[in-house]
């Protein structure tokens, strides 16, 4: 048995590493699970992916909302950032405008965002289901100790109006 040819050697490298380059490649430039994009008062947008988020200071908490006609919705468990953290305390804004994937816009004072008391979180897991296996994707969601925010207490038409699914963009504003 003869040695192995060092150009059959070199051939078969190549080979390996043109398969495998490509693979490696797409793996550490793929975006860290679904993205939602924040765009800042000057324009720049920075998109954020689930593994980003994740590393934020997490909030759980019980949840549910009173929609226009008085029902309650959605009650469950839901884990998410504060919008605040999200955004960062030093951040130059009035309010946010928060737009789902299927052109749904809610703004959002800035006084609600740093409202602890009715927390404003986006939410990007729901009785243990993360995005992308929960359907309403991120979701803004309100949520005060004791669980439910109603409409009264919101001083909304309806408080579910502002727990926005599938959101895609976070738009600072100052107005």
Do not use: H
């Not at 800042?40 to 593994?51: F, M, N, Q, S, V």
């Not at 359907?135 to 001083?155: M, T």
């Amino acid at each position: 048995m003869r040695g192995i040819r060092p150009a059959y050697l070199l051939g078969f490298l190549a080979l390996i590493v043109a398969v495998v380059t490509p693979i490696v490649v797409r793996w550490t430039s793929a975006p860290a699970g679904p993205t939602i994009a924040i765009i800042d008062l000057a324009g720049t947008e920075r998109t954020i992916g689930l593994k980003t988020i994740e590393r934020l200071p997490r909030f759980c908490r019980r949840g549910s909302y009173e929609n226009q006609f008085g029902n309650w919705r959605d009650e469950g468990e839901y884990c998410g950032v504060r919008l605040i953290d999200l955004l960062g305390v030093d951040a130059d804004y009035t309010s946010v405008v928060v737009i789902a994937e299927d052109g749904y816009r809610v703004e959002i004072e800035r006084r609600r965002v740093e409202d602890s008391e009715q927390p404003l979180v986006l939410a990007f897991s729901f009785n243990g289901r993360t995005v992308p296996d929960w359907p309403d994707g991120y979701r803004i969601a309100v949520l005060p100790a004791d669980g439910g925010v109603s409409n009264a207490d919101y001083g909304a038409e309806s408080a579910g109006s502002y727990w926005v699914k599938n959101v895609a963009r976070i738009v600072l504003r100052f107005d």
